[in-house]
């Protein structure tokens, strides 16, 4: 239960400074564009905190470039001091996923966590749950406008989510780390999916080839872009289509 005093707290809405959004570069040699740079979002929430037991804790919050970054002061986007003094979680190098639980009752949260499998990294995060999987849970004060804040928060938290792994996509095909993990994909050119002719992603459903985003092909034949690949294999190492294993078998 939320302590009386944290109810009493700051309940206006947060506020993002002015900053505006626009088409982020291509990282050198990734092939394709990141989606455009969410905006910065920032305000106060009410925190779920682990120690001897579980308590609530209001902290200020900001959403930065697929950063979570939050602390007992104010962060201001324009006082780098106070964003390296906070703690912080980059979207970049953990895959989650945000969930409203509670939806509708005066208990309802937002609940970040890993995807199954990852765990939050342990350098440079300033929190407890790191080295861990456990989910960070966010709550608002009470009032009328409780309900539309977290949802708020909802949508921003998944922007920057999604930004952080199209960021981790684009550095996986730069870099190898693909072939790192042991995944048969191929780079493939646009006149060569499926004999040149127009071929959707089975993941996002838009068509391979366009924007120039690079497209990559499975050992069992199939064709994704990669950024999409990238984020179903961080779940599974299976084709989504055929469920062939992405993998090539041990003792090869």
């Not at 201001?76 to 190098?93: N, Q, V, W, Y």
């Not at 406008?145 to 095909?173: D, P, S, T």
């Amino acid at each position: 239960m939320v302590p009386a005093a944290a109810v009493a707290a700051d309940t206006a809405a947060p506020v993002a400074p002015a900053t505006s959004s626009s088409s982020s570069a291509a990282p050198p040699g990734t092939g394709f564009p990141l989606p455009p740079l969410p905006d910065v979002f920032g305000g106060w929430l009410i925190k779920q905190t682990h120690g001897a037991w579980v308590h609530w804790n209001r902290r200020h919050f900001m959403l930065k470039e697929g950063f979570l970054y939050w602390a007992a002061e104010e962060i201001a986007d324009d006082r780098p001091e106070t964003l390296a003094k906070a703690s912080s979680m980059d979207f970049t190098r953990t895959p989650c996923e945000v969930a409203l639980i509670g939806a509708g009752t005066s208990a309802a949260r937002v609940s970040l966590r890993p995807l199954k499998g990852h765990r939050w990294p342990r350098a440079a995060a300033g929190h407890s749950g790191a080295g861990t999987s456990r989910p960070l849970v966010l709550t608002v004060a009470g009032g009328r406008r409780e309900a539309e804040m977290l949802n708020v928060w909802l949508h921003r938290i998944q922007e920057h989510i999604l930004f952080g792994q199209a960021v981790a996509a684009a550095k996986a095909c730069r870099s190898g780390t693909y072939r790192a993990r042991g995944l048969q994909l191929e780079t493939v050119a646009a006149e060569d999916i499926n004999g040149g002719e127009e071929q959707e992603c089975p993941v996002c459903l838009e068509l391979l080839g366009a924007d120039n985003q690079s497209v990559v092909r499975t050992a069992c034949g199939h064709c994704f872009h990669a950024a999409c690949l990238h984020e179903w294999a961080l779940r599974a190492a299976v084709c989504p289509l055929c469920k062939g294993a992405m993998t090539a078998a041990k003792g090869r």
